[in-house]
């Protein structure tokens, strides 16, 4: 595997370097700017939003329900297993720059749920689609729609072969393999690709299973679990954080000197261990990137099946999912293993530097805690399964106008992807997922600088023409 992961790292560098994370970052700042700071003067009433939704609009699914599909796709991995990744590569300070690019992109993801509303094309079915390949496709003209076809094609391949399987997959087996046969006990060996533990092998398969359940289902089926899911666990697992924290209070003002040191002179607080600021910097923005998916473009494709009319009113619960994700479920995790020392324990790999945080940091027994967290990654993995499959075979649909053909082989080599993806090394996993991230994200980051000004003109307007009647309405209830 070893030449296969020095290829995937040499087309890594190419595609998601320092420019990449230039025109993520820069995008961010620059529709902050333009929108004057919005996520900041206006996150009170998107989170009020978040919870309420219109009764008199169009679409398929809740507001809430829309929301809930694209947090099922983004609260994954990223947030135990990436954010240990990050730091454990770029060190602390990577969180300081993750938690950086998340402010810029909440921004991002407010107008890219704007655009997917504005954009989106809904029949007499009331089947609505949309996300960036309609909003290049009809916002920058028919001119552009070969680049609508190219996000469409690496969206695919994202769900195929990135966020979707292998890295989930990959994430759902080691927690399970390190929770029950942590010292290799009960292993086989498969020819030509290495020795396993058992429990990978039963794992991949059950995962499977249940994945080809709920998607034989369809799109609906993949939304109701996720309704029913994600916050259920989210919240379990931010209690558990804060008991972390609240357990070691008097430790996080250290952690965060540490996290604020490491991200301007990461070897001050290495000791060398990792590289240089711009090594902080990349793993910090990638690993953002991969958890909240600001300026990737999936998120869109969810928030345009919601019933609403105000492309506006979608943009701001839209942006709260970058918030939910990354400002408050990766800021835990960060902390967490910063404040434990975890990611300074030796011989530690992904969701093992979480879980050793988790059983050093919280009051409870290690086998509970450990159990704890693997549930938690397990629910969280696959959930983000299901949504990167929403999110595929609405690409599939644009691309091949909606052919069920098309989309029935492909759930089936998704099924396959999840079956194989344990099998994967957690490197070269990772590594395929920040490509295919870096290329489904540069036809969407410029369509956002294109439309900026229709983004900017739709906040306006709303603001200033529509929401005062809102406002005086509830205040009249």
Known sequence: MEPINEILQQIYDAVSGVPLIVLILFGGIFLTIRLRGLQVRKLPLALRWMVQNEEDGTGEISSFGALCTALSATIGTGNIVGVATAIAAGGPGALFWMELAA????????????????????????????????????????????????????????????????????????????FFDPNMSWTVNIPGIGTYSWTVIIASLFISVCVALVLIGGVKRISKVSEAVVPFMAGIYILFCVILLICNVKAI?????????????????????????????????ARGIFSNEAGL????????????????????????????????ICTMTGLSIVLTGAWQVEGLEGVEVTTYAFNTGLPIPAQVSSFILMLCLV???FTTILGWDYYSERCLEYLFGGRNKFIKVYRWLYILAVFVGPYMTVAAVWTIADIFNSLM??????????LSGIIVKETRDFFQNKMPHKEDANQDQ
């Open 379 to 381: 629910f969280f993995a």
């Open 297 to 328: 473009g999936s998120a869109p494709i969810a928030a345009a099946a919601a019933k609403t009319k105000e492309p506006v009113r979608q943009g701001l619960v839209s942006m709260t999912g970058t918030f939910i994700d990354t400002i408050i």
């Open 103 to 178: 402010f810029f992109g909440m921004a991002t993801k407010y107008a890219e749920g704007l655009l997917a509303v504005k954009y989106r094309v809904i029949n007499q079915d009331n089947h609505a689609l949309g996300g960036p390949f309609y909003y290049i496709e009809r916002g920058m003209g028919r001119k552009w729609k070969w680049l609508a076809k190219i996000f469409a094609f690496f969206g695919v391949c994202v769900g195929l072969f990135g966020i979707g399987t292998f890295s989930q997959v990959n994430g759902i087996s080691s927690a399970i393999k390190n």
């Open 253 to 285: 003002p250290a952690a965060v000197v540490t996290i604020v040191k490491g991200a301007f002179n990461p070897s001050a607080v290495t000791g060398g261990m990792v590289g240089t600021m711009i090594m902080a910097v990349q793993k910090g923005v």
């Open 441 to 450: 994200a540069l036809p969407n980051m410029i369509a956002l600088f294109v």
